[in-house]
Nanobody, 129 residues
Framework: QVQLVESGGGLVQAGGSLRLSCAASGRTFSMSAMAWFRQALGKEREFVAAIRWSGPGTYYADSVKGRFTISRDNAKNTVYLQMNSLKPEDTAVYYC??????????????????????WGQGTQVTVSS
């Protein structure tokens, strides 16, 4: 009952920046957290960042700490991923995810793709060397 649409992907040189957006619609009032995952060609999907829909909690993969920032705009039902100092190894399809009608009692849950029950179609990010 939650629909997610990503935008903002594209081609950028190493060291550059991009900002991804994910707009949610539907039963957004039931969401508790949103996240970004990515999947490079030939590799498994991996966690990037997550944010609670209410409260200050944010979570990041070690590989992007200090470079990426996740944020939200509650009025627009939108989550953003600001990506700075991009590296070629950041090249991947980036997927927006959300969890609705589900509660977790450990922060570790937000790092796993199994925690999320809604997914966007993905947006390609390519970082050239």
């Amino acid at each position: 009952q939650v629909q997610l649409v990503e935008s903002g992907g594209g081609l950028v040189q190493a060291g550059g920046s991009l900002r991804l957006s994910c707009a949610a619609s539907g039963r957004t009032f039931s969401m508790s957290a949103m996240a970004w995952f990515r999947q490079a060609l030939g590799k498994e999907r991996e966690f990037v960042a997550a944010i609670r829909w209410s409260g200050p909690g944010t979570y990041y993969a070690d590989s992007v700490k200090g470079r990426f920032t996740i944020s939200r705009d509650n009025a627009k039902n939108t989550v953003y991923l600001q990506m700075n100092s991009l590296k070629p190894e950041d090249t991947a399809v980036y997927y927006c995810a959300a969890v609705a009608d589900r509660t977790y009692y450990s922060d570790s849950a937000y790092y796993t793709d199994g925690a999320y029950n809604y997914w966007g179609q993905g947006t390609q990010v390519t970082v050239s060397s």
